[in-house]
């Protein structure tokens, strides 16, 4: 069985710790769980935000709406497949998402009157930028050799997966979350 080696922290030494193939295994498994549910955590914000977008326009509606699905089918893909080209073509299109956002809130997106013109800056969209943000960072952390220490540190999958979910709706019920 293949030996991982695991940085564990203790009485503020840092120390390496040979852990069990299988324990490395558990925490790629954990990291593709939580870059699952920030995936669907996205799409869920997208969802929830599609009809006041539908209402402003409804290619901008449609827009966040197949974005959501996007989401959520890539989601699935990924804790299905275990595949890296399914990570990379994900986090591809989380990266385009967050360069769009980050477009539309400085240079502006183009309105009814064809004048292009800057979104505020609203909760709902920071929050989903940072958990495609995370999407991206757990896409590419390594998931051979030696673990990072840092992924050790993360709370536990138990943990973070309701709390992603539970903040990613909580989001949509701040007023003008998304302007």
Same mark, same amino acid.
């Given at each position: *069985?293949? !030996?991982?080696?695991?940085? #564990?922290v203790?009485?503020?030494r840092?120390?390496?710790?040979?852990?069990?193939?299988s324990? $490395? /295994?558990?925490?790629?498994?954990?990291? =593709? $769980?939580v870059? &699952?549910a920030a995936l669907? %955590?996205? %799409?869920g914000v997208?969802f929830g935000v599609?009809?006041?977008h539908f209402a402003?326009?409804?290619?901008?509606?449609? @827009?966040f709406?197949l974005?959501?699905?996007w $989401?959520c089918w890539a989601?699935?893909?990924v804790l299905?497949?275990?595949? /890296?080209v399914h990570?990379?073509? /994900? &986090? /591809? %299109?989380?990266?385009a998402?967050?360069?769009?956002?980050?477009?539309?809130? =400085?240079?502006g997106?183009?309105?009814?009157?064809? !004048? +292009?013109? &800057?979104?505020? #800056?609203g909760?709902?969209d920071v +929050?989903?930028v940072?958990?495609? =943000?995370? @999407?991206?960072?757990l896409v @590419? =952390?390594?998931?051979q050799g030696?673990?990072?220490?840092?992924?050790?540190?993360i709370?536990?999958?138990?943990v973070?997966?309701p &709390?992603i *979910?539970?903040?990613?709706?909580?989001?949509? @019920? #701040?007023?003008?979350a998304h302007?």
């Open positions: *069985m293949e !030996q991982a080696v695991v940085s #564990v203790s009485e503020g840092t120390k390496d710790v040979r852990a069990a193939g324990e $490395q /295994a558990s925490l790629r498994k954990h990291a =593709t $769980q870059a &699952a669907v %955590g996205a %799409g997208h599609a009809p006041d402003e326009r409804p290619t901008h509606g449609l @827009f709406l974005a959501g699905i $989401q989601a699935a893909l299905a497949r275990h595949s /890296a990570r990379y073509v /994900a &986090a /591809a %299109g989380n990266i998402l967050v360069a769009l956002w980050i477009v539309s809130r =400085t240079v997106i183009p309105n009814t009157a064809g !004048q +292009w013109v &800057a979104e505020p #800056v909760i709902a +929050w989903t940072l958990i495609e =943000t995370a @999407f991206v960072v @590419f =952390t390594p998931r030696r673990v990072p220490s840092r992924l050790v540190r709370p536990s999958a138990s973070l997966i &709390a *979910m539970i903040v990613s709706v909580g989001v949509l @019920f #701040v007023p003008a302007h």
